[in-house]
């Protein structure tokens, strides 16, 4: 009995220590750039990195080692808490988003997202030819390091998350450092992109501003009368979106294909967000609870996932896989630009504000909003993220799925 009370002491320490440091880290900025709290997982990676061994041994009872399974808890915890969050605040304008947008900023996200996707399977072929006939190659483990590339490089959480549900066990540490490796530069290349383009092109902003078109998302129906709350927080539809969500995850379809706790949560809570309420039934957690829970699942899950990846980062990683992660965040970029500009007919701001949105990246819509000198931008942004949020999950699941 002692042992499991020491075990769960030193866990619940090292959790706090992590994110202790890695919020502290994650507030360095270095021009404008900095990791947020992606900095919580670059701490949990060095930490399982270096203090593998030792958090292990803590974790040993009657000679079965529990650590994996400690740390899948806190991992999957963190992942309802955030997926579901994410699915609540987006849900009042993703349906409406998609019916007014479809032809422009939603279809712009897909093209980013499918451009990501075909990437990733160029790079998974080249690593096969290059490694098939060395000792050790696992065709399995090179698909979900790609995988894991993919999500880094468009630093999504929620597809980082779906991909480690759909690899074998065995696989998903590969994912975590797949996802490590490419995510510094997922952040800092669209970063530097919205700020290099303007000067690429020679664009006036003067002049660029005064074209930004207001994005139309659609009005969120407001419910004439009290609504009936079933706690003052909205903690009982949360629970019962996640547990609704985690069900539909466990389904699978023709034997095949599952949508995952990551894709059942976030599909549950985005209907439950569109409709807001059932008659006189709130179906709404409050703003506030929504961003404390989404920050809250983000860190915990971050912590479980890189503390586990970071024990098994030195035998997975590879040079050439951050060249990898490098094309994945440059290409769909340069696809998205050249559609939306020579196809879709928009304007620079709008194009970069979009291209922020379909790569998912929160961090270069506060650089754009800095060198457009407007937060007008931030619209694109808004019709373009939900859909690549929900695109690059179902990408990253076929890949794996299907090679």
């Not at 701490?43 to 529990?66: C, D, K, M, Q």
């Not at 993703?94 to 897909?110: A, D, E, I, Q």
């Not at 979900?144 to 991909?163: D, K, N, R, V, W």
């Not at 098994?312 to 630009?337: A, C, D, N, Q, W």
């Amino acid at each position: 009995m002692t042992a499991s009370i020491n075990a769960a002491n030193f866990l619940m320490l090292s959790t706090f220590g992590i994110a202790a440091v890695g919020y502290l880290l994650g507030r360095i900025t270095i021009k404008g750039i900095s990791l947020g709290t992606a900095g919580v997982f670059v701490i949990a990676l060095v930490y399982g990195a270096f203090f593998g061994t030792r958090f292990n041994s803590r974790f040993v009872i009657e000679e079965i080692n529990y650590a994996s399974q400690a740390l899948k808890i806190i991992e999957n915890l963190g992942l309802v808490f955030f997926v579901t969050s994410v699915g609540f605040i987006a849900g009042p304008n993703f349906f409406k988003n998609m019916k007014h947008n479809f032809k422009s900023y939603v279809l712009l996200g897909v093209v980013i997202i499918l451009s990501g996707g075909l990437t990733a399977i160029l790079c998974l072929l080249v690593g096969r030819a290059i490694e098939s006939g060395q000792p050790g190659y696992d065709p399995g483990q090179l698909t979900a390091m790609i995988s894991g590339l993919l999500a880094g490089s468009l630093t999504s959480t929620p597809a980082f998350s779906a991909t480690k549900e759909a690899v074998a066990a065995q696989y998903q540490d590969a994912v975590t450092v797949g996802y490590g490796i490419a995510y510094l530069f997922g952040v800092i290349g669209v970063v530097l992109f919205v700020q290099l383009m303007p000067r690429v092109v020679h664009a006036d902003l003067d002049e660029e501003r005064k074209k930004i078109t207001h994005v139309e998302t659609g009005d969120v129906a407001k419910f004439k009368g009290k609504l009936l709350e079933f706690d003052d927080f909205g903690f009982t539809p949360f629970a019962v979106a996640a547990v609704f969500g985690i069900l539909l995850g466990s389904i699978k379809f023709f034997n095949f294909f599952s949508l995952t706790t990551t894709g059942g949560a976030l599909l549950v809570s985005l209907v439950f967000g569109h409709f807001g309420h059932i008659g006189r039934a709130d179906l709404m957690p409050s703003q506030k609870v929504l961003e404390t829970f989404r920050e809250l699942g983000l860190m915990v899950f971050l912590i479980g996932a890189g503390v586990s990846g970071g024990m098994s980062f030195v035998r997975y990683f590879k040079p050439i896989y951050f060249v990898y992660g490098i094309f994945m965040t440059l290409l769909p970029m340069i696809v998205g630009y050249v559609v939306a500009k020579h196809v879709l007919k928009m304007n620079l701001l709008n194009i970069l504000g979009s291209i922020t949105g379909g790569m998912t990246s929160t961090p270069a819509l506060g650089t754009l909003i800095h060198v457009a000198g407007t937060s007008n931008v931030a619209s694109a942004y808004a019709a373009t993220y939900p859909i690549a949020l929900i695109a690059v999950v179902l990408v990253s699941q076929l890949i794996v799925r299907l090679f």
